[in-house]
Nanobody, 128 residues
Framework: QVQLIESGGGLVQAGGSLRLSCAAS????????MGWFRQAPGKERYFVAA????????YYADSVKGRFSISRDNAKNTVDLQMNSLKREDTAVYYC?????????????????????WGQGTQVTVSS
């Protein structure tokens, strides 16, 4: 498995923006699609966004479409999540993960079972 480290979380007012970053430890980073998930207190972990190996294709949960943007830099082994127009319901711990099965077929890319190497998560709190 690859080590993933998320950063960039914090406290922000509703309507504000945050940019999360996930750094991978291995040079094989570019061989796999990547994803972001989030988990609110007392709830399951849900899919947020995914990106193909090259970055040419991106996928989003309906709840964040138009507000969030996923990108990657294969030279730096990082995948970012730009979050704009944040809402209170975006409050959660955000995790990045490697799509080890390289499966970007709907709906499988939204399922945790195709991912491994989860990071420790970064807390995002949106206040009203």
């Amino acid at each position: 498995q690859v080590q993933l480290i998320e950063s960039g979380g914090g406290l922000v007012q509703a309507g504000g923006s945050l940019r999360l970053s996930c750094a991978a430890s291995e040079r094989t980073f570019s061989l796999y699609p990547m994803g972001w998930f989030r988990q609110a207190p007392g709830k399951e972990r849900y899919f947020v966004a995914a990106i193909s190996r090259s970055g040419a294709s991106t996928y989003y949960a309906d709840s964040v479409k138009g507000r969030f943007s996923i990108s990657r830099d294969n030279a730096k082994n990082t995948v970012d999540l730009q979050m704009n127009s944040l809402k209170r319901e975006d409050t959660a711990v955000y995790y990045c993960a490697r799509n080890v099965r390289a499966d970007l077929v709907y709906p499988r890319y939204r399922e945790m079972r195709v991912y491994d190497s989860w990071g420790q998560g970064t807390q995002v709190t949106v206040s009203s």
